[in-house]
């Protein structure tokens, strides 16, 4: 009985070899295989490239600030808080007594500033989540942009729309890349540097090559510019 | 074929693209975690960067308040009139420099970033600030001054430059937001501000006169000034 073996490729129970309809299915497991590894790596472009991480950040704050309101409807000059832009590498946030200048005695009952008023009163800073925040490795200059007329629009996007604020720009290197070889579409007078929405009366580029030329503006692409 | 790998190719397949649909929403949608760093302790480094917060200290800050009694790099010490607008109890009545074309414009723009959110462009008091103040008739607000005065007008510039410094019954103090030549030079524009609006032709130049043409013969509009 033992030796009335079955022919194994009619039954296709063979452990030794590839059943019939194995060769159906030749193509398509190939092709799998071999897409599989850069299906992979797209995956893993798209998961670091600055889209998907960095660009509409809007992490929640202590405080329900809203910059829509203060920037846009009051339309306080970004300045009035954010007084280290002019002159130093970093814009800052402003002391509590900033906020307290005008909320000492506008909405002092609000609950949304509860924790204003306690860290006036304790003297304890107010945990704001950081947003746009880049490498360690990365030296950035805020008065250095702000002073050659580079607005906060162009970085920062349309914060006088933003209730909360979100990050529209990914910050990446290649971004910064971008406008330190060509500048012209994004300089600016001086005065219209915090200007929300600007729309200059000429081509921006007939003004940005002027004022590139008239400012010397040559941005250096050099690694010691930003990393040091 | 087995029918069970017909299933399974298509489960997979659906299981593979999981992860693409994933990214795909994260691009168009706002997220509230931050971005992911591939060399994480490179991009967040143990090192204090202004303004960050520190476990070190109790207040959490890693940027140390000043002791009692620092005195500021660049800050005029002995030079009462520049710095404290008074000289021993007297409010100096003089600039503490030449006043300049350039001093008024840059008081102009540092006015219409710090104080005329209040008092208005034209320092009437009517500043977008202020009118919404009153809007929500708090009972704690007080309207700010009309800079064009007569009381305001016959301030020492020393008394207004202290006022912006240290701030006057509720109105704050601007001093950490205003620094010392800022100050002055937002008082020459204060005072230039009053003129155009409480001064006589007489007080003008008599070629600045003629610039200005004939004067309009109905009442004075209200003065506005442009931003």
Same mark, same amino acid.
């Given at each position: 009985m033992d030796s009335q073996q079955k022919d194994p490729r009619r039954d296709g129970h063979d452990p030794f070899r590839f059943p019939k309809w194995a060769n159906a299915i030749r193509l398509p497991v190939t092709l799998a295989a071999a897409l599989a590894p850069l299906?992979? !790596? +797209? !995956?893993?472009? !798209? !998961?670091?490239?600055? +889209?998907a991480t960095s660009v509409g950040y809007q992490p929640e704050q202590p405080v329900p600030y809203s910059h829509q309101l203060h920037a846009g409807q009051l339309g306080i000059d970004c300045r009035y808080c954010h007084t280290g832009v002019e002159t130093g590498a970093a814009a800052t946030l402003p002391p509590t007594s900033v906020c307290m200048n005008c909320h000492a005695t506008v909405r002092t009952q609000s609950e949304k500033l509860q924790l204003v008023r306690e860290s006036f009163a304790t003297g304890m800073p107010i945990p704001w989540v950081r947003v746009h925040d880049l490498p360690d490795f990365v030296y950035f200059d805020h008065s250095a942009h702000v002073r050659r007329g580079v607005g906060c629009e162009s970085c920062h996007g349309r914060v006088?729309?933003?209730e909360v604020v979100r990050q529209s720009a990914g910050l990446n290197m290649a971004w910064c890349l971008e406008c330190h070889r060509d500048p012209v579409p994004h300089l600016r007078p001086e005065d219209a540097v915090t200007v929300m929405g600007y729309a200059p009366d000429e081509p921006q580029f007939e003004l940005g090559r002027r004022l590139r030329d008239a400012r010397n503006i040559t941005p250096k692409t050099d690694c010691s510019t930003c990393h040091r | 074929m087995p029918r069970f790998m017909k299933s399974a190719a298509v489960v997979l397949t659906l299981l593979a693209l999981i992860p &693409? &649909? *994933?990214l795909v929403k994260d691009r168009v949608t706002d997220s509230e975690r931050? @971005? &992911?760093s591939l060399v994480y302790d490179m991009d967040d480094q143990d090192k204090v960067k202004t303004q960050r917060a520190s476990e070190l200290f109790a207040d959490g800050r890693s940027m140390r308040p000043p002791p009692a009694g620092t005195v500021a790099r660049d800050e005029p010490v002995g030079r009462d009139h520049l710095r404290d607008g008074r000289i021993d109890t007297l409010w100096v009545e003089t600039f503490p420099a030449p006043v300049t074309r350039a001093m008024v414009e840059r008081g102009r723009e540092r006015y219409g970033i710090y104080c005329a959110p209040c008092h208005g462009l034209a320092g009437n008091g009517d500043g977008i600030v202020a009118k919404r103040a009153e809007a929500l008739m708090e009972g704690t607000w007080v309207p700010p001054s009309n800079l064009a005065d007569a009381t305001v007008r016959a301030r020492p510039v020393g008394h207004l430059y202290n006022t912006i410094r240290h701030g006057i019954r509720k109105m704050p103090a601007y001093g950490s937001q205003i620094g010392v030549d800022d100050r002055w030079a937002i008082v020459?524009? *204060? @005072? =230039? &501000?009053?003129? =155009?609006q409480a001064g006589s032709p007489a007080d003008l130049e008599p070629a600045d006169l003629a610039a200005l043409g004939p004067p309009p013969a109905p009442e004075p509009a209200a003065t506005t000034t442009q931003q």
């Open positions: 299906y992979i !790596l +797209g !995956l893993l472009y !798209l !998961l670091f490239s600055p +889209g006088d729309k933003m | &693409l &649909l *994933v931050p @971005r &992911l020459a524009y *204060v @005072r =230039a &501000l009053q003129a =155009a």
